[in-house]
């Protein structure tokens, strides 16, 4: 009969072994795909914006229709 806990407890040690040395790869961005990235949010952020202030004004109108 064969010990199979030692079997285990050494495959469970080969998981956490590091067998191929790391190597420093740098990682290159693409400054356009940044550039294009910031546009888009900052287009994103001044139509919510205007969202906004549209439905704020609606909304003062509103209240101010239902008051007066």
């Known amino acids: ?12 040690i080969e998981k ?5 040395p790391s190597h420093n790869q740098t990682k ?3 400054i356009n795909v940044l550039l ?3 546009k888009v ?3 994103n952020e001044s139509r ?3 969202y906004f202030s ?4 609606t909304g003062l109108i509103l209240f101010g229709l239902i008051i007066f």
């Open 41 to 43: 949010n900052q287009k």
């Open 16 to 20: 956490y072994l590091d067998k191929k």
């Open 54 to 57: 549209a439905a704020a004004s």
């Open 48 to 50: 919510k914006k205007l």
């Open 28 to 30: 290159s961005t693409d």
């Open 36 to 38: 294009n990235r910031v």
């Open 1 to 12: 009969m064969k010990n199979e806990g030692i079997n285990i407890k050494e495959r469970l």
